[in-house]
């Protein structure tokens, strides 16, 4: 009989014993799961430059840097992006301009002012540095036109990298002002790159009209 109860009581320890091993095993198992699963989400998020270039299938890498006061760039700029398969970069002023800022008909505005004053103009940015921006083989540069010329906001990005070996491509969005020589200033400014010709697009530029311009751009 006691032999009965102490073989009893070593097949329960031997079952509980498996019951624990199974649990940690499992729990190991999401564990290391998880763990490589967030290690996967970082590298997938890591050189979007070579991940983008990897989709493409192109040896060039496309970055489409842009600077937009009432979201009219904005929308171009994503447009180029989509139909590149180009990475985007926001330029953004440490001091956002505010509606009442972008009041050209007043001449106290932000704006007017910077405009009369150009030492006004040196807008400090809350990144100059994009992301493995040595690796870029094009970039287009956006920006809307003031006064005739590319809105001072881009103008620390330009001073502020090297684009030694790089094509830059500048566009600009504008109600009726072109693009004007604002390009080539920008490029006097830059000192380095090759720089093309830009384009002028409307606020209500079609999808049509923006490919036709990649597509005239050759970037295969």
Same mark, same amino acid.
Request: charged share 25%.
């Given at each position: ?44 998020? /890591? #050189?979007? %430059?070579? !991940?983008? @270039?990897?989709?493409? +299938? *192109? ?8 600077? $937009? ?84 906001? /881009? #103008?620390? %990005?330009? !001073?502020? @990298?090297?684009?030694? +070996? *790089? ?8 109600? $009726? ?44």
């Amino acid at each position: 009989m006691k032999m009965k109860k102490l073989i009893s009581i070593l097949l329960l320890g031997i079952f509980v014993s498996g019951l624990l091993v199974g649990c940690s095993s499992s729990s190991s198992d999401k564990k290391n799961g998880a763990a490589t699963s967030i290690k996967e989400s970082k590298k997938d998020n /890591v #050189n979007s %430059f070579n !991940k983008t @270039n990897a989709q493409n +299938g *192109k040896k060039g890498k496309t970055l489409i840097v842009y600077y $937009s006061a009432t979201g009219n760039t904005k929308k171009v700029a994503k447009e180029i992006a989509k139909k590149t398969n180009g990475v985007l970069f926001e330029l953004q002023p440490a001091k956002k301009y505010t509606t009442e800022d972008l009041d050209y008909n007043n001449p106290k505005s932000r704006v007017c002012k910077e405009h009369d004053h150009v030492n006004l103009q040196d807008v400090k940015l809350s990144e100059t540095t994009v992301k493995d921006f040595k690796k870029a083989k094009v970039v287009i540069l956006g920006y809307p036109i003031w006064w005739g010329k590319a809105a001072w906001p /881009v #103008n620390n %990005f330009v !001073k502020n @990298n090297d684009f030694t +070996g *790089k094509t830059v491509i500048p566009f600009c969005t504008s109600a $009726s002002s072109e693009i004007g020589d604002s390009g080539k200033k920008l490029s006097q400014m830059a000192g380095t790159g090759k720089w093309q010709e830009g384009k002028r697009f409307s606020s209500d530029a079609s999808e049509e009209e923006i490919q036709d311009w990649i597509k005239s751009l050759n970037l295969e």
